[in-house]
């Protein structure tokens, strides 16, 4: 999202630059979730930037239990081949 006029090529570029973050930060969760798939007994290191998502992550679980929220199979290995 952008708050600026621009021209089509603009818009294209920064469109393509978009996804290519979008698709860096998506391996890196789909291989932090096949870690946690991987060792559902271990326990992760919180620090101080793990404040906001772990907020969030508290905020969707209270939405789902609440029933709130629509709910999905969760991700398996076998999905992200």
């Not at 006029?5 to 979008?22: C, G, K, M, W, Y």
């Not at 998506?26 to 932090?32: F, H, M, R, S, W």
């Not at 930037?49 to 789902?64: E, F, G, S």
Request: a negative charge; zero cysteines.
């Amino acid at each position: 999202m952008k708050n600026f006029p621009a021209d089509e090529s603009t818009n294209r570029s920064l469109s393509d630059d978009f996804r290519i973050t979008f698709d860096e930060d998506k391996a890196v969760l789909e291989a932090i979730q096949r870690s946690e798939l991987a060792h559902p007994d271990r326990r992760g290191a919180r620090i101080a930037i793990d404040v906001a998502p772990t907020k969030m992550r508290r905020m969707v679980d209270q939405m789902i239990s609440s029933g709130s929220v629509l709910t999905s199979p969760r991700v398996t290995d076998d999905a992200l081949a």
